[in-house]
């Protein structure tokens, strides 16, 4: 690993790093009377722009890493701009993880110098564009950066992140390869039910309505058909001829639910559902969706699993196919 300088404290390579950390806890247990039954602090500090990729990284890392994420709930990482307590933090990062495809636009030039200054850097998104094995999504603005909405893309993200840890920390490379295998496992049976729901959707009511286009993946995936009022960013602005046909197509259709996302603006939403009145079709908002953040932290919806759950369980339910009460979750008992 290359050295690089913060400030005036000199970070060397992670076995250095490992050592003056161990150094450190036989400190602390010196002053403390000779008590070693503290648990250390993990070796390493982890950092992830946002919770979808952050949750990945926290199950394959295990206990190794100490996982941090700088968008959180509710917050769209496409307008994002960073503090300066994000740069401090990814300056001091052992490692970092984001998403790429423009999805960060805002922190772009930060995690370019971060990569420059020597910190390991993976792009996830960018990874398995390279991989070549799954064909990303392309419209006007570019490349969808939203893999996370496909479960199967998301087992291909867990793999890359296994790999780059392994190479990071080759000393635990069986604890991150045996991490990664348990949380596919999980992903499996998440891909499982939400491609056995959606297929109790009517057919003829397999269109999902949303903010922004951020459900291509997912609608490639599951075989549904999706609009978005605003393109792939949300920096990209909706404009009334858009908003109108999509009230014409939601119509003729008789789209029975539209949906509002957790970070962006319900505005544009409700101007379907408004627009949808006037023309005497009756559409209603099916629930929230999580697109391009997860729920709060410490909660289930708070879990890239629990995110993914929560929306195909709200989408289906909305459309007239069938889910079970609380979801995956609630059919598992868990």
Not at 26 to 43: Q, S, T, V
Not at 159 to 185: G, S, T
């Amino acid at each position: 690993m290359n050295q690089k300088r913060d400030g005036d404290r000199v970070h060397g390579g992670f076995k250095t790093y490992r050592w003056l950390r161990g150094v450190c806890v036989l400190a602390l247990i010196a002053c403390a009377g000779g008590r070693a039954d503290a648990e250390p602090p993990p070796p390493y500090e982890a950092v992830a722009t946002v919770g979808m990729i952050a949750d990945v990284v926290r199950n394959v890392a295990g206990e190794r890493a100490n996982v941090t994420n700088i968008v959180g709930e509710g917050v769209d990482p496409h307008v994002y701009t960073p503090t300066r307590r994000d740069v401090v933090l990814l300056r001091r990062a052992d490692i970092v993880f984001y998403n790429g495809l423009l999805l960060e636009g805002r922190m772009g030039d930060v995690l370019r110098r971060m990569e420059r200054r020597g910190t390991p850097v993976l792009a996830v998104a960018e990874a398995v564009k390279t991989a070549g094995d799954y064909p990303l999504l392309k419209e006007e603005e570019g490349l969808d950066p939203h893999l996370w909405m496909d479960v199967g893309a998301w087992k291909r993200v867990t793999r890359v992140v296994a790999a780059r840890l392994a190479e990071f920390d080759p000393e635990h490379a069986a604890v991150y390869a045996a991490n990664a295998e348990r949380y596919l496992a999980e992903l499996s049976e998440l891909d499982s039910y939400v491609r056995g729901i959606v297929a109790t959707i009517p057919k003829d009511r397999r269109i999902l309505v949303t903010a922004h286009d951020a459900f291509g993946y997912f609608g490639r995936a599951y075989g549904i058909e999706v609009r978005g009022i605003q393109g792939m960013s949300t920096d990209s602005e909706a404009g009334v001829r858009d908003i109108e046909n999509l009230i014409r197509l939601i119509v003729d259709r008789e789209v029975p639910a539209v949906f509002i996302e957790t970070s962006v603006s319900d505005r544009n939403v409700r101007a379907l559902v408004e627009g949808a009145r006037a023309r005497n079709h009756r559409l209603r908002i099916g629930g929230e969706l999580f697109s391009d953040a997860m729920g709060r932290p410490g909660t289930y919806e708070g879990t890239y699993i629990g995110m993914i759950d929560h929306n195909a369980t709200t989408i289906v339910r909305a459309l007239g196919g069938e889910a079970p009460e609380g979801g995956m979750r609630g059919r598992l008992g868990r």
